[in-house]
């Protein structure tokens, strides 16, 4: 931890090491970092690795508080490591987020044992949806941390979300075994079954590992690994056990938007193959969403809240959202996707939906062995996985469908994975006739 040696105290060293582990492990035991800075308010490691986690919350409230560690730490920063991550925190907490990306993976080059760092960066690129530059931040800590099985379980999520499978099968499977209460390496392998169209392999292996999802894990990781074996129980056409993980453990902390991001994308995958968890599902989740409809923080966060106001068919609350929305940058894509849920709820246009999505970039290759493909593959700057973004694929479907283009629906079904039970549900759409103009 050299980069550290010239600023922080043995004692300062030691629980930045500590929360460099909960970090990656996911663990809330990661928020210690914020009482620590309360003890030792003038501790300039302190006021950056707080500030930094802080930057990460998911409300605008709480970014707020981001302001007074930034402060604090551009005050004492007195090395370059420290005045070039404070630099790179800064244009975070000011939006410019490439800008920020940059900065950091410059400073990452010159201290590759900040894996702090390391992983903040990796999650701006990942909000960006640019996995090349995320993939090429791992590969700078993976020199250090490359032994480190939490470490690995990050890598291998960045080696999966470039197309290198069974790179990152491989090494997930080491990182798990080597420790196995890490969520992350289940998470990454959850992703790889996915993505190769082993649903069955991953249905078996999620189902294995949740008894390891425990309160010491953050929420999100803790939800969104439930949503992931939900999608399987969808893919193998078990949809009750898919509505009975929803209520008891992805729906959890419903103030949480990154619960509501779950939430919301399980709802709709459910939705599109024509189950729906309860009446009031759909209008729980908004109501609890509403408080953040204007905070406009991730592209991708905001694709989820305009699919619930679409299924809703919120009109009016769909033109207020949009308003306030930027227009610049990757929110330009953003709206390009409302227009397509627009389409289609609001207009019941199935067929100018299509249009829509071909407008913005269809992958229509007929090679079903590409590594890693996402149909609607124009949309990959909104952020997100290539597994979350698959509920965009299935729409696509349902829209091609729902319309009746046939040739289109089985063209795309030729490229989908593992998913026999949704496209069974396809064709007796297109088959019963249920197509909209």
Not at 28 to 43: A, T
Not at 330 to 335: E, G, K, N, Q, V
Request: proline share 2%; net charge negative; with cysteine.
């Amino acid at each position: 931890m050299t980069f550290l040696d010239s600023c922080a105290t043995e004692e300062e060293k030691a629980n930045i090491e500590l929360l460099q582990d909960n970090l990656l492990g996911m663990k809330k035991s990661m928020g210690d970092i914020f009482d620590l800075r309360k003890e030792h308010p003038d501790s300039l490691v302190y006021n950056i690795h707080a500030a930094g986690l802080q930057l990460f919350s998911e409300t605008p409230k709480d970014l707020e508080k981001v302001e007074d560690m930034l402060e604090k730490a551009e005050s004492l920063a007195s090395t370059p490591w420290s005045k070039g991550v404070v630099e790179g925190f800064r244009l975070l907490q000011q939006g410019k987020d490439e800008e920020a990306g940059a900065k950091l993976t410059e400073i990452i080059k010159e201290n590759k044992w900040d894996v702090f760092t390391c992983r903040l960066c990796m999650d701006i690129y990942f909000n960006m949806g640019m996995q090349k530059e995320m993939m090429a931040t791992a590969d700078l800590a993976w020199e250090v941390y490359s032994e480190h099985p939490l470490f690995q379980s990050a890598y291998a999520f960045c080696l999966e979300q470039v197309g290198r499978l069974d790179e990152a099968e491989e090494l997930a499977k080491i990182a798990v075994t080597t420790r196995q209460d890490n969520p992350w390496g289940h998470h990454c392998l959850a992703h790889v079954y996915e993505t190769t169209g082993r649903v069955k392999d991953g249905l078996a292996y999620m189902e294995s590992a949740k008894h390891l999802w425990d309160d010491t894990i953050i929420d999100f990781i803790n939800s969104h690994n439930y949503w992931h074996l939900a999608l399987f129980y969808v893919a193998v056409g078990r949809d009750s056990e898919a509505v009975e993980l929803f209520k008891e453990y992805v729906w959890n902390t419903k103030e949480s938007p990154g619960i509501q991001l779950n939430a919301i994308s399980l709802l709709w995958r459910l939705s599109l193959r024509g189950v729906e968890v309860s009446d009031d599902a759909w209008e729980e989740v908004l109501n609890y969403a509403r408080p953040h409809l204007r905070s406009h923080l991730q592209t991708f966060q905001d694709l989820h809240y305009s699919i619930c106001l679409a299924v809703c068919k919120d009109e009016e609350e769909m033109k207020e959202f949009e308003a306030t929305m930027p227009s610049e940058g990757r929110w330009s894509l953003l709206r390009k996707a409302n227009e397509i849920l627009k389409a289609f709820y609001f207009e019941n246009n199935a067929k100018k939906a299509v249009q829509l999505f071909e407008d913005v970039g269809i992958d229509q290759g007929e090679d079903a062995q590409t590594q890693v493909s996402n149909l609607a593959h124009g949309f990959i700057g909104l952020g997100g996985s290539n597994a979350q973004r698959g509920m965009l694929d299935h729409f696509l479907l349902v829209c091609s469908a729902s319309c009746c283009n046939e040739k289109l629906m089985k063209r795309l079904c030729s490229r989908l994975r593992g998913q026999e039970s949704f496209k069974a549900y396809l064709q007796q759409k297109l088959y019963r006739g249920l197509c909209l103009v």
